[in-house]
């Protein structure tokens, strides 16, 4: 599959502060997804972006399909100690295709 | 909210047992999915299947099988468990456009 470069790694933060992770591909994508997943459950989707350009929030979570169709971005604002867990982008070329994933951005949120 | 379920949720066993992982869904999706994901890892895709009857390897080499004889089923089936199939097991399906993926809450192995 296509490799996803996601980043940052890792990331400690206090609460209140606002967050942003990334993600690139090498190949153009049709459909980015992202996902966050809390220890030991499966990774529950956060947001869904289909069109090139398109900005979809929900909540505090906003996330934009990048123009060149090669990136993504997700943003959290005023961060609460809930929001700790890994954040996976994930895309894919083609519809139906089995999903490219990132290796994840884990969050760390003090009080 | 996506309805996928997974059973069990936590397997532990010792090595050579042949194990099965349930996985179902009710949301009518034809298209469903296996991946493996270590601790702290990125998900790997195991085995997929596009509707009843089809079933296809995916890009990480997996020693388990899969079957799809009902829309809703999708379980994988482990021969003779080794220590190396220690990983955390996740089910995801899709509709027929397969833009957006839903995973279940996946199954913890413990092989010993």
């Known amino acids: 599959g296509q490799q996803l470069n996601q980043s940052p790694q890792s990331m400690f933060i206090q609460e209140g502060e606002d967050v942003s992770m990334n993600c690139t591909s090498s190949?153009?994508?049709?459909?980015w997804l992202w996902y966050k997943q809390d220890p030991g459950e499966g990774p529950v989707l956060l947001i869904a972006l289909y069109k090139a350009g398109e900005l979809t929030s929900n909540g505090r979570l906003t996330a934009q399909f990048g123009i060149t169709r090669k990136d993504s971005f997700l943003n959290i604002s005023a961060s609460i100690p809930s929001d700790v867990g890994i954040y996976f982008c994930a895309g894919h070329q083609n519809p139906g295709y089995a999903l490219n994933f990132g290796k994840g951005t884990s969050l760390l949120v003090t009080p | 909210e996506a309805d996928i379920y997974q059973t069990p949720r936590y397997l532990v066993i010792g090595t050579g047992k042949k194990i099965t992982l349930e996985c179902s869904q009710t949301m009518g999706h034809d298209k469903m999915y296996w991946y493996q994901q270590d601790p702290g890892m990125e998900l790997h895709l195991i085995h997929y299947?596009?509707?009843?009857?089809?079933?296809e390897k995916g890009d990480l080499s997996s020693e388990s099988t899969v079957s799809r004889i009902r829309t809703e089923h999708f379980p994988l089936t482990l021969e003779s468990a080794r220590p190396s199939h220690t990983s955390q097991y996740l089910c995801?399906?899709?509709?027929?456009?397969?833009?957006?993926?839903?995973f279940g809450p996946g199954t913890r192995l413990l092989v010993l």
């Open positions: 299947s596009y509707g009843v009857n089809s079933t």
């Open positions: 995801a399906s899709s509709d027929l456009a397969g833009e957006t993926q839903y």
């Open positions: 190949s153009i994508f049709n459909t």
